[in-house]
Protein backbone atom coordinates (compact mmCIF):
# COMPACT_ATOMS: atom_id res chain seq x y z
CA UNK A 1 0.00 0.00 0.00
CA UNK A 2 2.86 2.13 0.89
CA UNK A 3 4.11 2.19 -2.74
CA UNK A 4 0.78 3.25 -3.98
CA UNK A 5 0.20 5.68 -1.78
CA UNK A 6 2.04 8.71 -1.02
CA UNK A 7 1.93 11.87 1.26
CA UNK A 8 -0.62 14.64 -1.19
CA UNK A 9 -2.37 11.60 -2.51
CA UNK A 10 -6.02 12.29 -2.96
CA UNK A 11 -8.17 9.40 -1.76
CA UNK A 12 -12.15 9.38 -1.44
CA UNK A 13 -13.86 8.12 2.04
CA UNK A 14 -17.13 6.85 2.15
CA UNK A 15 -19.01 6.22 5.66
CA UNK A 16 -22.14 4.37 6.43
CA UNK A 17 -23.77 7.41 5.79
CA UNK A 18 -22.95 8.29 2.41
CA UNK A 19 -23.89 11.69 2.90
CA UNK A 20 -20.20 12.62 5.20
CA UNK A 21 -18.31 10.90 1.50
CA UNK A 22 -15.76 13.24 0.89
CA UNK A 23 -12.27 13.30 -0.64
CA UNK A 24 -9.04 13.81 0.76
CA UNK A 25 -5.40 14.76 0.53
CA UNK A 26 -3.23 12.75 2.42
CA UNK A 27 -1.52 14.29 5.29
CA UNK A 28 0.60 11.41 6.79
CA UNK A 29 0.87 7.95 5.63
CA UNK A 30 2.89 4.92 7.72
CA UNK A 31 2.60 1.04 6.62
CA UNK A 32 -0.71 0.45 8.18
CA UNK A 33 -2.42 3.99 8.67
CA UNK A 34 -3.20 7.20 6.81
CA UNK A 35 -3.91 10.55 8.23
CA UNK A 36 -6.09 12.75 6.36
CA UNK A 37 -7.96 16.45 6.60
CA UNK A 38 -11.59 16.19 6.70
CA UNK A 39 -14.04 19.33 6.87
CA UNK A 40 -15.95 19.36 10.07
CA UNK A 41 -19.32 19.01 8.39
CA UNK A 42 -17.73 15.51 6.95
CA UNK A 43 -15.88 14.50 9.97
CA UNK A 44 -19.27 14.22 11.92
CA UNK A 45 -20.44 10.99 9.98
CA UNK A 46 -17.40 8.99 11.15
CA UNK A 47 -16.48 7.42 14.38
CA UNK A 48 -13.51 5.49 16.27
CA UNK A 49 -13.89 1.85 15.37
CA UNK A 50 -15.49 2.41 12.21
CA UNK A 51 -15.35 0.44 8.86
CA UNK A 52 -15.48 2.48 6.16
CA UNK A 53 -14.94 2.33 2.42
CA UNK A 54 -11.40 3.96 0.25
CA UNK A 55 -10.46 4.53 -2.51
CA UNK A 56 -7.96 6.05 -5.12
CA UNK A 57 -6.36 6.30 -8.34
CA UNK A 58 -3.62 5.05 -8.91
CA UNK A 59 -0.82 4.49 -12.01
CA UNK A 60 -1.96 0.56 -12.28
CA UNK A 61 -5.88 1.48 -11.66
CA UNK A 62 -7.66 2.14 -9.03
CA UNK A 63 -7.21 0.88 -5.44
CA UNK A 64 -10.40 -0.12 -3.31
CA UNK A 65 -9.64 -1.61 0.53
CA UNK A 66 -12.12 -1.18 3.63
CA UNK A 67 -10.04 0.52 6.58
CA UNK A 68 -10.98 0.87 10.31
CA UNK A 69 -11.28 4.43 11.72
CA UNK A 70 -8.46 4.35 14.13
CA UNK A 71 -8.86 8.35 15.65
CA UNK A 72 -11.01 10.98 14.72
CA UNK A 73 -9.55 14.51 15.87
CA UNK A 74 -11.80 17.49 15.76
CA UNK A 75 -9.77 19.69 17.19
CA UNK A 76 -7.21 19.45 14.21
CA UNK A 77 -9.84 17.78 11.87
CA UNK A 78 -8.06 14.74 11.08
CA UNK A 79 -9.39 11.29 10.32
CA UNK A 80 -6.94 8.38 10.80
CA UNK A 81 -7.55 4.95 9.67
CA UNK A 82 -5.99 1.90 9.62
CA UNK A 83 -5.79 -1.05 7.21
CA UNK A 84 -4.70 -4.32 5.85
CA UNK A 85 -2.37 -3.72 2.95
CA UNK A 86 -2.93 -7.55 2.04
CA UNK A 87 -6.79 -7.04 1.88
CA UNK A 88 -6.85 -4.18 -0.68
CA UNK A 89 -8.59 -4.76 -4.25
CA UNK A 90 -6.28 -3.23 -6.87
CA UNK A 91 -8.47 -2.94 -9.93
CA UNK A 92 -6.96 -2.82 -13.65
CA UNK A 93 -9.07 -0.94 -15.47
CA UNK A 94 -9.63 3.11 -16.16
CA UNK A 95 -10.17 5.76 -14.05
CA UNK A 96 -13.99 5.84 -14.64
CA UNK A 97 -14.79 2.15 -14.27
CA UNK A 98 -18.04 1.41 -16.20
CA UNK A 99 -20.59 -1.16 -15.41
CA UNK A 100 -23.46 -2.12 -16.67
CA UNK A 101 -26.68 -0.78 -15.35
CA UNK A 102 -30.35 -1.80 -16.58
CA UNK A 103 -32.70 0.73 -14.71
CA UNK A 104 -35.00 3.29 -15.83
CA UNK A 105 -34.33 6.95 -14.95
CA UNK A 106 -36.22 10.24 -15.95
CA UNK A 107 -34.81 12.63 -18.37
CA UNK A 108 -36.14 16.20 -18.91
CA UNK A 109 -36.66 17.40 -22.09
CA UNK A 110 -38.46 21.04 -22.76
CA UNK A 111 -41.70 21.15 -20.58
CA UNK A 112 -41.98 17.03 -21.83
CA UNK A 113 -40.49 14.12 -18.98
CA UNK A 114 -39.62 11.35 -20.38
CA UNK A 115 -38.55 7.35 -19.47
CA UNK A 116 -35.39 6.15 -20.51
CA UNK A 117 -33.07 3.06 -19.80
CA UNK A 118 -30.11 3.06 -18.37
CA UNK A 119 -27.19 0.55 -20.28
CA UNK A 120 -24.07 1.18 -18.41
CA UNK A 121 -22.69 3.84 -16.10
CA UNK A 122 -19.34 5.16 -14.82
CA UNK A 123 -18.45 8.16 -13.09
CA UNK A 124 -18.22 10.63 -16.18
CA UNK A 125 -21.30 9.31 -17.74
CA UNK A 126 -23.72 7.41 -19.36
CA UNK A 127 -25.55 5.34 -22.14
CA UNK A 128 -29.04 4.59 -22.29
CA UNK A 129 -31.80 4.05 -25.40
CA UNK A 130 -35.00 6.40 -24.99
CA UNK A 131 -37.23 7.37 -28.27
CA UNK A 132 -36.45 10.86 -27.43
CA UNK A 133 -34.36 12.27 -30.27
CA UNK A 134 -32.14 14.43 -28.39
CA UNK A 135 -29.57 16.73 -29.38
CA UNK A 136 -25.67 16.74 -29.21
CA UNK A 137 -25.71 20.86 -28.30
CA UNK A 138 -28.48 20.93 -25.79
CA UNK A 139 -28.06 19.37 -21.80
CA UNK A 140 -31.13 17.71 -20.59
CA UNK A 141 -32.27 17.58 -16.84
CA UNK A 142 -31.39 13.80 -15.63
CA UNK A 143 -33.08 11.95 -12.20
CA UNK A 144 -32.28 8.65 -11.34
CA UNK A 145 -31.16 6.45 -8.42
CA UNK A 146 -28.21 3.69 -7.71
CA UNK A 147 -28.93 0.78 -4.94
CA UNK A 148 -30.01 3.12 -2.71
CA UNK A 149 -33.64 5.56 -2.60
CA UNK A 150 -31.29 8.68 -2.40
CA UNK A 151 -31.78 10.68 -6.58
CA UNK A 152 -28.83 12.01 -8.24
CA UNK A 153 -29.88 14.79 -10.01
CA UNK A 154 -27.71 16.32 -12.49
CA UNK A 155 -27.58 17.64 -16.82
CA UNK A 156 -26.69 15.47 -19.34
CA UNK A 157 -24.80 16.11 -22.26
CA UNK A 158 -25.11 13.72 -25.44
CA UNK A 159 -22.16 13.28 -27.02
CA UNK A 160 -22.83 10.42 -29.50
CA UNK A 161 -26.32 9.63 -30.80
CA UNK A 162 -27.22 6.22 -32.75
CA UNK A 163 -30.45 4.50 -33.86
CA UNK A 164 -30.93 1.14 -32.14
CA UNK A 165 -29.72 -1.71 -34.42
CA UNK A 166 -33.00 -3.16 -35.37
CA UNK A 167 -35.86 -0.44 -34.22
CA UNK A 168 -36.73 2.40 -36.00
CA UNK A 169 -37.95 4.96 -32.91
CA UNK A 170 -35.27 3.93 -30.60
CA UNK A 171 -32.11 5.65 -30.05
CA UNK A 172 -28.88 4.46 -28.13
CA UNK A 173 -27.45 7.78 -26.72
CA UNK A 174 -24.19 7.86 -24.93
CA UNK A 175 -22.58 11.34 -23.15
CA UNK A 176 -21.43 13.03 -20.04
CA UNK A 177 -22.80 14.13 -16.64
CA UNK A 178 -23.28 17.88 -16.28
CA UNK A 179 -22.78 19.60 -12.73
CA UNK A 180 -23.16 16.27 -10.95
CA UNK A 181 -22.19 17.02 -7.47
CA UNK A 182 -19.28 15.70 -5.85
CA UNK A 183 -21.03 13.39 -3.39
CA UNK A 184 -23.18 11.66 -6.16
CA UNK A 185 -20.21 11.06 -8.05
CA UNK A 186 -18.74 9.45 -4.92
CA UNK A 187 -21.83 7.45 -4.85
CA UNK A 188 -21.57 6.20 -8.41
CA UNK A 189 -17.74 5.19 -8.23
CA UNK A 190 -18.45 3.27 -4.78
CA UNK A 191 -21.55 1.80 -7.13
CA UNK A 192 -19.26 1.06 -10.06
CA UNK A 193 -16.58 -0.44 -7.86
CA UNK A 194 -18.75 -2.74 -6.20
CA UNK A 195 -20.36 -3.95 -9.26
CA UNK A 196 -17.16 -4.55 -10.76
CA UNK A 197 -15.60 -6.40 -8.05
CA UNK A 198 -18.79 -8.87 -8.44
CA UNK A 199 -18.46 -9.77 -12.09
CA UNK A 200 -14.44 -10.04 -11.17
CA UNK A 201 -14.96 -12.24 -8.70
CA UNK A 202 -17.80 -14.52 -10.24
Known amino acids: MKKLLKK ?11 QGACS ?16 EANLKFYKKGDEIESFAVVEDGM ?4 PIVEEVDKENKLLKINFDKNKYELLQRREYTRVDFEKEFTLTNGDKECVCKCVDICAGGMKFVTTESL ?12 DSTIPIS ?6 RVLPQKGTKQKNI ?8 KNIDKIAIVQFCFKKSMESTNK
Not at 8 to 18: C, G, L
Not at 63 to 66: A, I, P, R, T
Open 8 to 18: NHQIYFVPEDI
Open 24 to 39: ANISNLSASSIEAGVS
Open 135 to 146: NTTQDYKIEFTL
Open 154 to 159: CYFKPI
Open 173 to 180: VSGRFIAL
Open 63 to 66: LYFK
